[in-house]
């Protein structure tokens, strides 16, 4: 009796193995087959995740293409952008009436030193682009404070589709850099909009504390370095978001606070927008005098930035009709 209860013990085991060990295997094979989805190569939308890796894959095409598809809105949140070719990309997105919002960490301003980071940076702010730098530097330079920096590197287009991954948009993140120049990187591009909605919150989280970061540098600004915040700022973001992070956070400070916040909006107003770098070197470049530039600067402060472009041609033409023998 005692050899059969054990017998039974031991068939009993064998079964329970030979079953676990079968569900096992299913389980794998299903796996791989699921993976095969995860393709490399893949159109944006081929698949419900497209995975890439750099140097091995286009990278860089890949989010030119991505960005492509937007037709409402595109959120960029990334800690470094200097590849030219994204720049481009979003400005012409936004040429062509797409909501373009980004967000970048302040290190880009002090870590390149073969690309001038203004340069690249006033390009949005210089086509209205809704454009923010996370001041992670300024806290920790002027205001002795420590705070993390804005790491993040993703992308959600129309609250649909989401890149995300390892890769700062620059050439050698995405894998458009010379020989071996280029990182190792991995990206993740998912199509879903219960996902992409959580990403668009957290780009909101995001720039609610931008927003909070930048009244508390305003509050705190001393009166005789008001002109040099302000200057400082507005490098780094539109007059529209300066605005909007008075009016959010108006309610957060005492009397002194909303002094110091009055008096550095005060001369805000005051203040006419410039002519663009690029229209200031267009002038330049045709050897027009500083004062012919100023005055152009005094006009087209009060246009749009289309007119203001305009203007500046109509001068030229101008000017070089002068100068004909």
């Known amino acids: 009796m005692k050899n059969l209860k054990y017998l039974k013990y031991v068939l009993s085991l064998s079964l329970l193995i030979c079953v676990g060990y079968f569900y096992a295997m299913k389980r794998g094979h299903d796996e791989m087959s699921s993976s095969s989805s995860f393709s490399s190569s893949s159109a944006v939308v081929a698949s419900p995740v497209d995975v890439y890796f750099v140097p091995k894959d286009q990278v860089g095409q890949q989010l030119i293409s991505f960005l492509e598809q937007a037709n409402n809105q595109i959120l960029v949140a990334v800690y470094w952008v200097t590849d030219q070719s994204i720049i481009d990309k979003l400005i012409d997105k936004k040429k062509r009436g797409i909501d373009v919002q980004i967000i970048i960490d302040e290190s880009t301003y002090t870590t390149f030193r073969y690309v001038d980071p203004f340069a690249h940076m006033n390009q949005f702010l ?36 989401v890149f995300t991954g390892s890769a700062n948009f620059t050439q050698a993140g995405l894998g458009g850099a010379q020989g071996d120049s280029n990182n190792y990187e991995n990206v993740v591009v998912m199509h879903s909009a219960i996902i992409a909605q959580g990403y ?4 909101q989280v995001i720039k609610n504390k931008v927003f909070d970061l930048y009244i508390t540098t305003i509050a705190r600004t001393e009166w005789g370095n ?15 978001n300066l605005l909007q992070a008075r009016n959010d956070m108006w309610d957060q400070f005492n009397q002194i606070g909303r002094d110091g916040i009055q008096r550095f909006f005060e001369l805000l107003h005051s203040q006419r927008r410039l002519l663009t770098q690029s229209q200031r070197d267009l002038l330049i470049s045709n050897k027009l005098p500083e004062s012919v530039i100023q005055e152009v600067e005094k006009q087209a402060s009060e246009m749009s930035l289309e007119d203001a472009d305009a203007f500046v041609e109509r001068v030229i033409r101008g000017h070089q009709f002068l100068q004909t023998p």
Not at 137 to 153: L, P, T, V
Not at 230 to 237: A, I
């Open 226 to 240: 008001i002109a040099a915040g302000l200057q400082n700022l507005l490098q780094k973001s539109s007059r529209m």
């Open 200 to 203: 668009a919150r957290e780009f």
């Open 126 to 161: 210089d086509r209205y682009i809704d454009f923010m730098v996370y001041p992670s530097q300024h806290f920790k330079e002027k205001m002795s404070e420590r705070i993390g920096s804005m790491h993040d590197k993703f992308v959600v287009i129309d609250n649909a589709h």
